[in-house]
């Protein structure tokens, strides 16, 4: 199995909308014809009083699955801002991708 997590920093006047748009996009309904794709997990967690981080969980069957995803119109759907610069009225903060092998 291969796991990819997306932790994004978001300021925290914004995460209940941030989590409502991960929750109504990643749902396993709209993932199931996504070859090799096993499951969504979202998670949070307060930073400080003005920040928070969300913690984007997606379990693969294998690492080429999910970059298949990622070259796909269903990816390019989900995610139509990437690769904009962050404005300063963005919700984000930044974020970090990293990509794990189980063992």
Request: hydrophobic share 40%.
């Amino acid at each position: 199995m291969f796991i990819v997590t997306n932790t994004i920093q978001v300021k925290s006047a914004f995460l209940p909308k941030m989590i409502a748009q991960f929750q109504s996009s990643h749902t396993n309904e709209k993932m199931k014809d996504v070859p090799g794709f096993i499951g969504f997990e979202l998670m949070q967690r307060a930073v400080d009083d003005s920040t928070s981080e969300l913690v984007v969980l997606s379990r693969w069957q294998t690492e080429e699955d999910q970059k298949n995803w990622t070259k796909s119109q269903s990816f390019a759907d989900l995610h139509p801002k990437k690769g904009e610069a962050k404005s300063a009225n963005s919700p984000v903060l930044g974020n970090t991708v990293a990509r794990f092998t189980t063992v």
